[in-house]
């Protein structure tokens, strides 16, 4: 990570990411990738903990020392141009497999990378995540009959998992994560399918259909051997997500109502709420937790974080992630941010007497990629 | 702790503990006893915080070094057998004095140990804690007519107090803390107790049964001169209660309808919520947080977590417990733990100038047994 | 701060404090002022987080040692007196600028100082914070027709804003930061006014006038070129607050509303919800948050939680404060607490490679004066 970007970090299984534009972005566009905020920021975002790690992972990659200005780095990936950057940043990102959300098709106004030239850079295998949502809005706009919705998802949902590993909710984003267990009723469905079609609003915000979609998504993951795993956005995100509402905790009658079909369940990102992920994580089989777009924001603070998601979550129940979206600069950072936080944490607890190197390195091998070649059956 | 067992810890008044089982406990059941979950682990449970906290401080215990592996722990339990590992386990933890909530009878299928039997293993005086719930779940097994339910309830309980120390109530589990202050009138509970006596369920959950349970606790707590405390289940558990419901703050509005009783309340475990725990504490004077469960699962994060209690808790309104039950290991493992974390926070303290080491020692002796002595006119 | 009294802190602009009083307190008045609760405390409120930090910074003023005892400390404040004591205290703890909620009027039964006594003893421009709850009630008390309850609140608060920097809402104490986020219809308002005006109460807590009186400082406030900060109590307080209804996440509806008006809202204090307040801070450009009562308060602490506030919240938009009140120790330990804690994090996060000298004073400048200097538009 020292020299000019040469040096490549250690495999991660990167099991929640997104793609990267390729596009000569001004420092404004560059800055609102920074940050969770679709407004335009009132104080520069490289002021922040996330520019923090941006400026101490990045720079070497291009060249530059750990550390250099913001200034310097911008004016930097600009003459290299976004391509040559790209590359380079993927590369040192050294990210050995992406599970990739397909749901988010462009950033800052440029349209996001396709999965087999993503794959190219990355030098890695890409599999798609497909997220719900989009299934059922686009099959809204294609109009069935409202007494068709159900059986019309069934088979949209059936096509998109064809090639997939996972599936995706943001549920927290369109409700709140705070639902009834049930599967709606069909009359309950046909009637909000009917307002749905009706409408044709940008996004699926109906409770009535937001749950039934869940339900339809479990039982198709359920069919497959082994069952496929639901990813759900939880903790902080977006300014349309409102922020106690996407506690993981909150969804704990639905965990309970899922628990029969064996679905696996992971909880994304989950801050500020990753000790109660955590617990969901220890006492419930078949739920696991994420340290995605968490241990990236959160910069000089990481090693503390994911100590307090291993606080209750058992070693074996938690994921890496980049959750990378737009700029290459996150996947990099996210996976030496990872990195960096396990190695830390580990030497600090082998310093304070807590565990041994060798319990130290089974930690770090589980979290970057054991458990997620298990849990998603990679090779 | 380092030469095989022949350490024993500082003392500790264990203020909310159980008992233990003195079996050949497979591994697998053994594993079953280190987490909060009763469904079969899909992680090994040892590869978690509360695993690198038994074999951190049980190990030298049974004669083997710090950190052995898991196997040869319990290769180790096995050839001394489950009566000798026991008595070195509870020996080693320091124990001064035990109060058992003896609300669970079993673990793992084995019959939890008789409090005198304990009692000689643990070379400490052992006092009970009626826990409420099983009070009015046996009374139901006894079938009174429901309008005698409030005088019966006040009856068997004013006997089970006559040599109890504490009462706690379970009402996390049951239904959440968020209950309304009041007590339920007599015609509610009347109607309340005719459908509990009839359905006959093996576990109390009616809401108005539930509070009118606390409020003859409370009075018959607050008729005691000094009156006796009620600990409050808070914070996390096993899986049939809904962690968000367990925020010690929700009990803010029945702490407020307690206080003019002078009845001591006491909230235990409180995590990931300990910080809520500390403000309660605080600004209560008849409230106080225990470190319970949580020194022990949180492993190598206990100084920490026993930092941010302590942000907002008065030093004389925190108590320490292990929290125990089934494994001795836990009892030895949770003293461990509280022993090292207030000796690890209080050295940081100093050596940042933040305390002297008179303050260190004097915080380390209220949690460790000052404070409980007080709240229960121990000798 | 460490040779009697003679060292000054670094500047801070105190954009939330209070007024002190002049008096000789009793041990047990000083000691009443050391916890948030309004109750005759059980467990020496100097036992606690807070009470290391006034030992720690607090005698050097009086010409101690750091760390003198209770009983020492107390004892040489009396024989300097009341007024020499603050003079020193309030010298040593180098405000630059301080903003002063004038909705509390005394302390422990003593009067607090007027504004401009309480700016000679400080050395100090003082500017005035109009609590928004003590306007409508002042105003109430000079019974107005319900009709015109509206048009006379307008009136008041426009009058009570011409010299005043920023308003408060002390919300969170009233009713819990969970309000709809609507503007109160016309009817609505005269309705509840008429209640109450005839009920008089002391503090007002009906929710439709608590609305009306937000949305017309919003309008007041967006008036004004630059418009006026809206400053919120969140997070703990005094126990009249339940402590979950102040977790400024409940607010996110009212921010949302707010957005268009371009007022500034100030998230107060936030512990322990500090890392919500974080969020809200990096994703609406109109939220900031602050270190407020929560620095002073967890003592050795102060460092972690800062670090914690910081996980989110762009560097550009987190405020200081001491939240003093009454004793001058709240103002010189918590100036000393925030500048410590500042130097403390950004020398770990040097030490461990996050960041650079250059990066680490930059935060500390911005949090100390430019944020505040550039939300209040001071010289």
């Given amino acids: 990570m020292t020299s000019g970007g040469t040096d490549v970090l250690p495999p991660l299984i990167d099991h929640h990411t997104h793609s990267v534009v ?13 940050t969770e905020s679709d407004r ?10 996330l520019g923090l790690a941006v400026r101490r992972w990045c720079p070497p990659a291009l060249g530059l020392s750990e550390h250099a200005t913001a200034d310097a780095y911008l004016s930097r990936r600009r003459a290299l141009g976004p391509a040559e950057a790209t590359k380079r940043l993927l590369g040192a990102a050294g990210l050995s497999t992406l599970l990739v959300d397909t749901g988010l098709v462009a950033a800052a106004g440029h349209p996001l990378l396709p999965l087999p030239e993503l794959s190219a850079l990355a030098g890695a295998p890409v599999h798609q995540v497909v997220r ?21 998802l069934t088979e949209a949902l059936t096509a998109e998992l064809a090639g997939a590993l996972a599936v ?8 709140g994560l705070d639902i009834p267990a049930e599967r709606p009723s069909p009359a309950e469905v046909i009637e909000a399918a009917g307002r749905f079609l009706v409408d044709q609003p940008a996004r699926l915000t109906d409770q009535v259909l937001l749950r039934q979609l869940l339900w339809t998504a479990v039982d198709l993951c359920a069919e497959r051997r082994p069952a496929l795993p639901i990813q759900f956005h939880t903790g902080f995100g977006d300014p349309d997500l409102t922020l106690h509402r996407a506690d ?8 309970r109502a899922v628990e029969p079909t064996g679905v ?3 909880l994304l990102h989950c801050y500020p709420y990753h000790r109660q992920a955590g617990y969901l994580a220890q006492v419930f089989p078949h739920v696991y937790a994420d340290t995605g777009l968490t241990l990236n924001h959160v910069g000089p603070r990481a090693t503390t974080v994911l100590g307090e998601l291993l606080e209750l979550a058992p ?5 890496a992630s980049t959750d990378g979206y737009g700029l290459p600069e996150l996947h990099l950072a996210g996976a030496a941010q990872f990195h960096h936080a396990v190695a830390d944490l580990t030497w600090q607890w082998r310093r304070a007497g807590a565990c041994t190197a060798v319990d130290g390195e089974r930690l770090a091998l589980l979290l970057a990629e054991e458990n997620a070649r298990e849990l998603y059956h990679l090779p």
């Fill in 40 to 49: 335009a920021p009132v104080a520069d975002p490289f002021d922040s903990a």
């Fill in 168 to 175: 995706k909710s943001v549920l927290a984003y369109r409700h």
């Fill in 248 to 255: 993981p905790a909150l969804l704990t009658p639905f965990i």
């Fill in 22 to 34: 390729i596009a000569d972005l001004t420092p404004d566009a560059f800055r609102s990738l920074l």
């Fill in 132 to 152: 719900l949502e989009s299934v059922a809005e686009r099959l809204a706009a294609r109009a069935p009959a409202a007494a068709d919705w159900s059986a019309a």
């Fill in 315 to 319: 070693f074996g129940k938690v994921l």
């Fill in 264 to 266: 696996p369940l992971v």
